[in-house]
């Protein structure tokens, strides 16, 4: 299995993975230079400084691609390019997590609580937004 990790950070998740599932090939991406720079030794050849919204990877490079709280920091049009180039470069399976709310009352903790995300949208409009950029993977909310 192939993975690629979009916003790794330091690469802890990849780590874990290379632990519990024996010949994983990882990958992972993150906008910092400094989380690369930090990162866990171990993995630091596989992880590299890219943007979501152009991933530097051939078309199908990956059976999986993951990007848990790093999209909703783009831009409305920038998710979708960014969830574009997920489509493009995965093997069809994908799973993300976003800042999301159901309701006036989580609306306001999440836009009291959060400090980096640039689009934050109801579950429906997150929906919406998908069709638009024609992402086929899986997803889940953060909810606070």
Request: aromatic share 14%.
């Amino acid at each position: 299995s192939s993975v690629l990790d979009i916003g790794c950070a330091k690469g802890f998740m990849l780590y874990d993975m290379t632990k519990i599932i024996p010949g994983i090939s990882i990958k992972g991406i993150d906008i910092s230079s400094y989380a690369i720079e930090n990162c866990i030794d171990e993995i630091s050849e596989y992880l590299q400084v890219g943007d979501a919204k152009e991933l530097n990877f051939e078309d199908n490079s990956f059976d999986l691609c993951i990007s848990v709280t790093t999209i909703h920091n783009l831009e409305y049009n920038d998710c979708i390019k960014a969830l574009r180039e997920i489509n493009r470069v995965s093997k069809n399976k994908a799973f993300i997590t976003v800042d999301a709310y159901r309701n006036y009352e989580e609306k306001k903790r999440m836009f009291d609580w959060n400090l980096t995300a640039k689009t934050i949208l109801h579950v429906d409009d997150w929906r919406e937004l998908f069709d638009k950029a024609n992402y086929t993977g899986d997803y889940y909310w953060f909810i606070p």
